[in-house]
C-alpha cells in the first residue's frame, strides 16, 4: 500500500481534483501504463481557469494548450508504478502552492468586503473537527467535495470562502467555484487572520458558548 500523500493539504488537492488519492494514484497509474513503450510523459497540471488539477499525457513535451503548470511529471520509458510509491510530496506541493497563490491573488476579498456575501468555511475536515469557533454567519462545507457542493449555492449571490490562514485551500476552492460560474473570492488571511484582527467568532454548531 502506498503511503499516504504529505502535506495533507496536497491530499486534499488530489482528493477534490480527483474523488480521492486513491483515485488519482490509480487514473496516473493507467495512463502510465497507456504509453507502452512509447517515449512521453504523463503529467499531473494545475489549470487555473478550472481551479483544479488534471492528468495530461503527452508524446512531443510540448507546454499544456490550456495555460496549465506542471506540479509532477512521470516520464516514459520507467515504471510508472515505483515512480508514484517514490514521489517526494513536498516540492511538488510547493509547485502546487505558488502556482495556486499566483493564480487566484486578484480574487481575495478583505475582512471589510465579505458584508452580504455567502459566507463559506472550507477547513479542511480533520481541522473543522478539532475547532471551536467560526466567523459568524458562516456554514462549512468540505473542500475536498467541492465538485458535490458548488451546483447547491444560489447563481447571482456573492460567496466568500475561508480556510485557516487564506492560502491554497480558500484559494483553490474560490477557483472552483469561479470556475462553476458563481461570484466567489475567498477571505485574506483565513479565520486566523480574522481572530488577529480582534474580530467576533461564533461557537461552532454543537458547541455551548461563544468566542470573541
Keep these: 500500500m502506498d503511503a499516504p500523500v504529505r502535506p495533507p493539504a496536497m491530499a486534499l488537492a488530489l482528493a477534490a481534483s480527483f474523488g480521492s488519492v486513491e483515485r488519482w494514484r490509480e487514473a496516473f497509474v493507467a495512463m502510465g501504463y497507456s504509453l507502452g513503450e512509447t517515449p512521453g510523459q504523463v503529467l499531473l497540471v494545475f489549470r487555473p481557469q478550472e481551479g483544479m488539477l488534471v492528468h495530461r499525457r503527452t508524446t512531443d513535451r510540448a507546454p499544456d494548450p ?24 513536498n516540492p511538488a506541493y510547493e509547485r502546487y502552492q505558488e502556482a495556486v497563490h499566483a493564480a487566484s491573488e486578484a480574487f481575495g476579498a478583505d475582512q471589510d468586503e465579505i458584508a452580504g456575501a455567502l459566507l463559506l468555511d ?22 475536498a467535495a467541492v465538485a458535490r457542493w458548488a451546483g447547491e449555492l444560489p447563481a447571482g449571490r456573492e460567496v466568500v ?3 485557516v490562514y487564506g492560502h491554497e485551500v480558500g484559494r483553490a476552492t474560490a477557483m472552483r467555484l469561479r470556475a462553476a460560474g458563481l461570484k466567489a473570492r475567498y477571505l485574506r488571511g483565513g479565520i486566523d487572520g480574522w481572530q488577529s484582527a480582534g474580530r467576533p467568532l461564533a461557537a461552532k454548531p454543537g458547541r455551548e458558548g461563544s468566542t470573541s
Excluded: H, K
Aim: aromatic residues 12%.
Design 161 to 163: 470562502v475561508y480556510c
Design 66 to 89: 490550456a495555460g496549465g503548470i506542471t506540479i509532477l511529471a512521470f516520464d516514459n520509458p520507467g515504471d510508472i508504478e515505483s515512480f508514484v510509491a517514490g514521489i517526494d510530496w
Design 122 to 143: 472550507v477547513r479542511r475536515a480533520g481541522v473543522f473537527e478539532q475547532a471551536s469557533s467560526m466567523i459568524p454567519g458562516a456554514r462549512w462545507q468540505d473542500p
